[in-house]
């Protein structure tokens, strides 16, 4: 069974630092990756998604880059704003079935 | 981008009674999922809602404890039966346009059983 895990669970920073999210699945069989932010007591919005033959996505400020053989993906946040405390979620989708595994999730809080 | 309605956002319900729960699509949608969010934990996937039949429902999870119902493309409920303190959870609706493309989430319905 697939198991996604990320790194750190918790991470505060003070704004306009650069930060790295890491996430981290145990079969790297899937067929794509998905970041997802969640405010709290809110639904996911979905932030970036990496098909399985690419290597990175961007999208403003955030990057996210797949390694599949090594199972690794990260989140780069640039010039962090207080607007960007949430929770991260990545989940990767199986080359077989549609569901997605979601990772344990990083809570991110950033400093006026 | 799928624009996704779930209703309703809360709910405080006693013990033993039931919640159903909408999730209306603004386009039609080929996936439809249904997920929970335990107090401080990540998102477990309930069921895949299949329009026109039964839902598949996933390691733990019963039809009987959550009926699904799916009448068309754009619409599914979820039903949460005899509810205990235990079921006090957020249940999220999510949507594929197509198997393995971008996945959207309602905004939640947070379920709290007292």
């Known amino acids: 069974k697939q198991e996604v895990t990320q790194i750190p669970a918790a991470l505060s920073v003070p704004e306009g630092e650069n930060l790295v999210l890491n996430c981290s699945f145990t079969?790297?069989?899937?067929?794509?990756l998905q970041w997802f932010r969640q405010d709290p007591g809110k639904g996911l919005t979905s932030l970036l998604l990496?098909?399985?033959?690419?290597r990175e996505q961007t999208s403003g400020r955030l990057n996210a880059s797949l390694d599949k053989s090594s199972g690794r993906s990260t989140l780069y946040i640039a010039a962090s704003q207080p607007g960007d405390s949430a929770t991260y979620l990545c989940a990767v989708t199986p080359n077989t079935g549609n569901q997605f595994y979601f990772g344990t999730g990083t809570s991110l809080t950033v400093i006026p | 981008s799928a624009v996704i309605s779930q209703k309703p956002s809360r709910d405080i319900c006693q013990r033993g009674t039931s919640l159903t729960i909408q999730c209306q699509v603004d386009?039609?949608?080929?996936?439809m999922f249904w997920y929970r969010q335990q107090p401080g934990q990540s998102l477990t996937l309930i069921a895949t809602a299949n329009q026109g039949s039964e839902a598949t429902y996933e390691s733990g999870f019963v039809i009987d404890k959550f009926p699904i119902s799916r009448p068309n493309l754009t619409f599914s409920t979820l039903t949460v039966s005899n509810l205990s303190p235990e079921d006090s959870s957020i249940y999220l609706c999510?949507?594929?346009?197509?198997?393995?493309?971008?996945?959207?989430f309602g905004q939640g319905t947070r379920l709290t059983v007292v």
């Open positions: 386009s039609q949608v080929t996936m």
């Open positions: 079969d790297s069989a899937i067929y794509n």
């Open positions: 990496i098909q399985s033959s690419q």
């Open positions: 999510s949507v594929e346009e197509a198997a393995g493309t971008e996945a959207f």
